[in-house]
């Protein structure tokens, strides 16, 4: 791999709290090896901005390495930046060239409000979740794991459905705000499994009510989230909630 | 301070038994008046928190990220163990518990290891029953593989995903407990002490990290899930978040600190590429299942890996311990190449990387395959396009971030491979209760010292996790709550809690004025370098003496020069990394003052006076076989406390994996 | 699934979206292969006759006012999800790159719609009103045929048709694999096939729609 080194613009949302209107900051970052990480370059650009007296961009992040699902930018109009199956972490500075504008914004959805630059806050997912999604087993119930067979195959979908970093990039992408991805993934892990059984029904009315409550728009499959989502969760995902959803609501007595 | 680890009467695999037919117990009425803080949402903190509101605990959960299911256990890749014997290999409890006690090189205690073997098989049991998704065969029943420093298959695992599907399994607990309101999440909140009321841990100072504000928590009991502090090197395979602070708080208000100096130096981690790295990337250990390890057999070769001929490569791994091969400790492992790099084998533009090559793996993978559909004189590109297939099916995830990161194609070329820090198995003291040394204050999961000794083998840390949050402390706990039911909820207005909140808040003020000239993250690369060079993966008196007074040095100009925009009142993420570096500093002293008074090597740490004559660690059984407990003593001043460890089972013997 | 469910919840609405969907997609056979009698070449003769029985058999009629209170649930739960699909996100992007993850027709369901429903309207006032007259006002057989060669002999008019069986098309390449979707009905074995079963219906539907202004604009019939 040839190695380069570049300069760049960088066009960054700047937001002092959730309550201000923020705007829009240019910067310039030089000497950017292509073997940084795109957060890399933020460090760099956040060393120069205390240097010369400013505050640093704030900007979710933890892992570094594409599971923790805590960073979100959105980078020249894509979630996580220009290459696809990919978190920001993990966009590395061989995707851009000398010269290049940068824009990076935070994701935009209403239940999403930006807390400060590029964070977000994300509890909406945190509340979804805790509507529905996990099987009410208190520890040690359990019977022994190998107790009840699984075919592999539905375990290896929901292991595919269970791979979802929760970070929002489907949220953010979708020209709806829809978070049927991020929902679906987790009522198909459960679904799939002899496990979520007891509560499939409940589970996907209570979720998908919660979602609505949220404020996040409706999915008109537009297929954008399966595209962007850095796991590659499928909306194969999201067809089988709307199977469940309507198995669940037709045989449901209220 | 005599130590007292509680480790109860008896024969060693009845200890646990009739400890917990014996604790003294909680009634569920009196459960719901008990309030129990949990610092920390990784597996540790997740499923205690999970466990404990499961049965009436009125429990406040805290992490600095913002929601419990990005805490750092979510990284972990390769698997959990567990002795279920799943493969009919032989595996059981004892082997479970002898294989970690050889591991950790006799430096952790019986008790707890014996323990934790046990409850490893209700762990699996546990995660199925809450829908996590582990790999499975064709029958549909578990699968398993085999990792470093045993010779059975008892590795349960979710492609290389193991942790993210555990921490999702106990996040998801988690958050069942808050719908049912007996759990209340605090996210994006980090702790900045303990209350102290009495000689007893009663609450927390936390600082809300969205808007600076200093809240008040009390609790009858504190659980710290903190995780390790493998960042006090500045470069680890750690979250960039991850930190020692909780654990420095708890330390500095009377826990000791036990064997900070035992890092785990990782094999596997994609080397450093320049001065911008702020974080390595783990491969997990499972790799060296199926891949080999190796360098050229001539020094400063500059070829291509794939221009080597077979027989001009050295793999140095099965040929210096042809019992284990590629299948040694994670401390042996990484020693070996460090040890060719130094020579002079190393690869890569650095020459500071080995070889990890799947090339065999993907013939013999092939070749099975094609036998499987009946082809039994395959071509070669046939073979080598379904091994391939296998791989990817074992390990994709792994070779596409390898292959992000590094811009190379693992599948035709052998990946680049160096040491990186990546656990700590110090941590603060605990007893078999998991209580340090502080009543009321418990250590879980990394964050105590416990059970991995010198050195944890793999997929050994979300078993230790999910162990004592799940299985141990729901009892251990109970113990000390049961003489708390008495005690009402103390009001936040108690001058303790108006105490450390000024004390936090001086300190935060203290920080803000400084107005120096040098950021956090260039103190923290410094403190890094000085940690690495010389408390790193080799480390001698000479090196360690001077650390220690590099890093006074550092301290001082820390507290003199750093710099740090913005406002308290407000998100400044400068201000949390700059709390965090202080706290790293002044740990990092405490691991060279351990390192140096441990003069042995032992599992992970590596004193270059002592050592076998072809090299590998040499341990000193009748000057160092104890738990090195820190007490605070002031400003760069503590105390050592010995506990003893007896080895009542296993025999300590010179590890060998020859 | 409660009433209320059925209409308020996102999911709820995605199934009445799919529903009415299919109705009109059923309808929409019905309808070009009525029309497509004018292709006999008979003067309009067969075409007429079912015409005839279309507008005059009650069971049709009875179907015919289902296919409204479809349309107008299609159009009315489109309108909800346009706007709340908009205010899910107050502030837009100031770079966005959607081509990069979906097609321009699958965001642009709305604006298809719209444009469909302007035709629709155009449509009704040229061959529907006529026939109800024609119904209710007076005992002459109404020649349907003559009617839309004469409105045909318009270029306007035609460039209007066929800007909206364009609408339509693109429409319907989205909506027809979507439905399905929203349905729940995506596997990977039959997707394929419902895939190239949209884009084969889509296909038809619109050409044949297409060539009836043309056929009478450029008097390729008798």
Known sequence: MEHYHMNLTLKVWRQKNSQASGNFDTHSVKNISSEM??????????????????????????????????????????PHGPWQKNTTCQLHMRAFKDGDTIVVEPWRSKAFPVIKDLVVDRGAFDRIIQAGGYISVNTGNAVDANALPIDKKKADDAFDAASCIGCGACVATCKNGSAMLFVSAKVSQLALLPQGEPERQSRVLNMVAQMDKEGFGNCTNTYACEAECPKGISVANIARMNREYLGASLGSED | MALDSKIPAGEMKEKWNDYKGHVKLVNPA??????????????AGASAAAALGEMGYQVKAFCFQDSPRRAHSIAAQGGINAAKNYQNDGDSVFRLFYDTVKGGDYRAREGNVHRLAEVSAAIIDQCVAQGV????????????????????????????????????GAYSALERQVALG???????????????????????????????KLERHFGHAVLLCSGGYGNVFYLSTNAMGSNVTAAWKAHKKGAFFGNPCFTQIHPTCIPVSGDHQSKLTLMSESLRNDGRIWVPKQANDSRKATDIPEEERDYYLERRYPAFGNLVPRDVASRAAKERCDAGFGVGTTKMAVYLDFA??????????????????????DVIAMGKKVVAEKYGNLFEMYEKITGENPYELPMRIYPAVHYTMGGLWVDYELQTTVPGLYALGEANFSDHGANRLGASALMQGLADGYFVIPYTLGNYLADEIRTAAINTDHPAFADAEKAVNDRINQLMNIKGNESVESFHKRLGKIMWDKCGMARNAQGLTQAIAEIQRLKKEFWSNVKIPGDKNEMNTELDKAGRVADFIELGELMCIDALNRNESCGGHFREESQTEDGEAKRDDDNYSYVAAWEYKGDSSWELNKEPLEFEIVKPTQRSYK | MTWKQLFTSSLGKKFTMAFTGFFLILFLIVHVTINACIFLNDGGQTYNTVAHFMSHNWIVRFLEIGLFAGLILHIIQGLVLWKQNRDARPIKYYS????????????????????LLLFLVMHLSHFYVGTKVALYGGDQPHNLYNEMRETFSYWWIVAAYIIGVIALFWHLMHGFQSAFQSLGLNHKRYRPIIQAAGLGYTVIICVLFILMPLAFYFNWLA
């Open chain 1, 37 to 78: 990480s795109f957060l890399e370059m933020f460090d760099v650009l956040n060393e120069q901005l205390i240097e010369s007296g400013k505050e640093p961009i704030a900007f979710d992040h933890d892992c570094r390495e594409g599971i923790c699902g805590a960073c979100s930018m959105y980078i020249d109009g894509q």
């Open chain 2, 133 to 168: 998704p582990f790999a499975r065969e064709y029958g549909g029943l578990l699968s398993n593989r085999s990792f470093g420093g045993t010779q059975v298959q008892r590795t349960f695992y979710a492609a290389g995903q193991t942790g993210q599907q555990l921490l999702l």
């Open chain 2, 360 to 381: 065999d793996a993907i013939k013999r993978y092939g070749k099975i395959e094609a036998g499987k559909s009946g082809n039994h004189s395959p071509a070669e590109a």
């Open chain 2, 182 to 212: 007996n759990v209340t999440m605090y996210s994006r909140h980090e702790m900045l002490d303990v209350v102290m009321i009495d000689g007893k841990a009663r609450g927390i100072i936390a600082r809300d990290l969205v808007n600076g």
């Open chain 2, 30 to 43: 009196n459960k719901r008046k008990l309030e129990v803080i949990v610092i920390g949402t990784g597996l």
């Open chain 3, 96 to 115: 966005n790159k959607p081509e990069k993850n979906s097609t321009w027709y699958s965001r642009s369901m709305g604006l298809l719609g719209t444009l």
